[in-house]
């Protein structure tokens, strides 16, 4: 017997409160043809057996981004993690525990988070980070409904270089919110000219840097224009690596820094969710959504730690709650403390000039291949091509080949006129051989 919580006369009067005829118009944003008329046709009765051949076929039709030439990026990459970070991210006290509510059992979960605030701090130029969030692209969209709250304004103006996904869960986030965004065309070749569309009723400015075409922008002007116009800056990342050479956002003017931190300690899974990374200054702290843990000392004067900040929790702040989305990603935020300990400020920016080395090699041998234009005059680890004909085509032939060759830009961008461009990375897993592999097969599928 299925147990049902609300009665007919609860959900009709529900519906009432919020003005729908029925439970079906609550689903009014979902096309059509994406809804579920009947139950899926799956076979009905399987045995484990049966069960574990059939799902092992299906995953047989994969390339395992380990097993060929890999050079996808555009928010998830492929980086060497330590086997220290999984031996010690799967200990029975760190894999099963979650929230950091009673602090006198939870010591050790909350000075990870402590430490991992202090690092997202260092890494970004911020005076105060939060303890994770769900991802990269929530996080922007939180850093957008944060500067609606603290400016009194309601105008988003992003960057044609922000990841296409992160400006769709922005556009989601203001739709529902009645928010206005201004997002400028895509911006492949980083010529945009986004301080002509910053005015006094702008609340912020989205600018990602690296951009998802791999260009980097001076922060510094738009943050002077920004605030000049009384707007705040967030500045975005999707590849944290970066932060090892590039001048961190704060110190060029940011007010709020979100992205992602995958790339340090977390391996591939399917494109996330990862781990938010979150920070902003001082004076912006109790707009700030998530969680905050901070250290003290006990009645005899001993360290400890706390959640001292909890302020999106809806059973505490109700409708003052500045979030109804985020969460800490605690096991993947602890990956990422692991990771970072280990490498150490000298480790990280040997890692990141890895990158950077990889991909200009990468870069030069690409263009080297005839029709193949590199759009970018300077990039980190990842840079946007210009191939002849239709770029998902070229990268189809690829996979064929044995090469995962990047992101097709009109996967994410579709009817932008922007067939022919490939977004590609390249990081310190990529070899010499890789990158002749890439280069000759990518001359022989153009």
């Known amino acids: 017997?299925?147990?049902?919580?609300?009665?007919?006369?609860?959900?009709?009067?529900?519906?009432?409160?919020?003005?729908?005829?029925?439970?079906?118009?609550?689903?009014?944003?979902?096309?059509?043809?994406?809804?579920?008329?009947?139950?899926?046709?799956?076979?009905?009765?399987?045995?484990?057996?049966?069960?574990?051949?059939?799902?092992?076929?299906?995953?047989?039709?994969?390339?395992?981004?380990?097993?060929?030439?890999?050079?996808?990026?555009?928010?998830?990459?492929?980086?060497?993690?330590?086997?220290?970070?999984?031996?010690?991210?799967?200990?029975?006290?760190?894999?099963?525990?979650?929230?950091?509510?009673?602090?006198?059992?939870?010591?050790?979960?909350?000075?990870?988070?402590?430490?991992?605030?202090?690092?997202?701090?260092?890494?970004?130029?911020?005076?105060?980070?939060?303890?994770?969030?769900?991802?990269?692209?929530?996080?922007?969209?939180?850093?957008?409904?944060?500067?609606?709250?603290?400016?009194?304004?309601?105008?988003?103006?992003?960057?044609?270089?922000?990841?296409?996904?992160?400006?769709?869960?922005?556009?989601?986030?203001?739709?529902?919110?009645?928010?206005?965004?201004?997002?400028?065309?895509?911006?492949?070749?980083?010529?945009?000219?986004?301080?002509?569309?910053?005015?006094?009723?702008?609340?912020?400015?989205?600018?990602?840097?690296?951009?998802?075409?791999?260009?980097?922008?001076?922060?510094?002007?738009?943050?002077?224009?920004?605030?000049?116009?009384?707007?705040?800056?967030?500045?975005v990342f999707t590849e944290v690596v970066s932060l090892g050479l590039i001048e961190p956002p704060g110190r060029q003017g940011a007010d709020i820094v979100v992205g992602e931190g995958q790339s340090i300690g977390n391996a591939l899974g399917f494109g996330g969710p990862y781990v938010g990374l979150m920070a902003t200054r001082q004076k912006f702290l109790r707009q700030m959504p998530g969680r905050l843990c901070g250290e003290t000392v006990d009645a005899e004067n001993r360290r400890g730690f706390v959640l001292t900040l909890s302020t999106r929790e809806q059973h505490i702040r109700r409708d003052k709650a500045t979030s109804n989305i985020c969460t800490n990603s605690g096991l993947c935020c602890l990956a990422f403390t692991i990771h970072m300990t280990l490498l150490g400020s000298a480790g990280l920016e040997r890692l990141a000039r890895l990158n950077h080395e990889a991909a200009i090699k990468l870069a030069d041998a690409l263009g080297r291949v005839p029709g193949v234009q590199v759009l970018n005059d300077g990039f980190f680890n990842e840079f946007t091509l210009r191939v002849p004909g239709d770029a998902a085509a070229v990268i189809e032939r690829l996979a064929e080949r044995g090469i995962l060759g990047g992101l097709a830009v009109s996967r994410l961008e579709p009817g932008r006129g922007l067939d022919d461009l490939i977004v590609v990375a390249a990081t310190e897993v990529n070899t010499d051989e890789d990158r002749a592999a890439y280069a000759e097969a990518l001359a022989a599928v153009i």
């Open 1 to 235: 017997m299925r147990y049902h919580p609300l009665t007919a006369t609860d959900r009709a009067e529900m519906l009432a409160r919020i003005g729908v005829p029925a439970i079906d118009a609550l689903f009014a944003d979902v096309p059509a043809d994406k809804l579920l008329t009947d139950l899926i046709d799956l076979p009905r009765m399987r045995g484990e057996l049966e069960v574990e051949r059939l799902m092992g076929r299906m995953a047989a039709k994969n390339v395992p981004a380990s097993s060929v030439p890999f050079f996808v990026g555009a928010g998830a990459y492929k980086h060497h993690v330590p086997a220290t970070v999984d031996h010690l991210i799967q200990r029975s006290e760190f894999l099963t525990s979650y929230t950091p509510y009673q602090p006198e059992i939870t010591q050790g979960t909350l000075q990870y988070l402590f430490e991992f605030q202090t690092q997202v701090a260092e890494l970004t130029g911020m005076e105060v980070a939060n303890a994770s969030m769900y991802d990269g692209s929530t996080a922007t969209g939180e850093a957008v409904l944060m500067a609606h709250r603290l400016t009194r304004r309601n105008k988003a103006v992003v960057s044609g270089g922000l990841h296409p996904q992160y400006r769709a869960v922005v556009e989601t986030l203001s739709d529902m919110a009645e928010d206005r965004v201004q997002a400028l065309p895509p911006d492949p070749l980083g010529t945009e000219d986004i301080l002509a569309a910053i005015d006094r009723d702008t609340s912020c400015v989205v600018v990602q840097s690296p951009s998802f075409y791999g260009h980097l922008i001076d922060l510094a002007p738009i943050a002077e224009k920004a605030h000049a116009c009384g707007a705040l800056l967030i500045a």
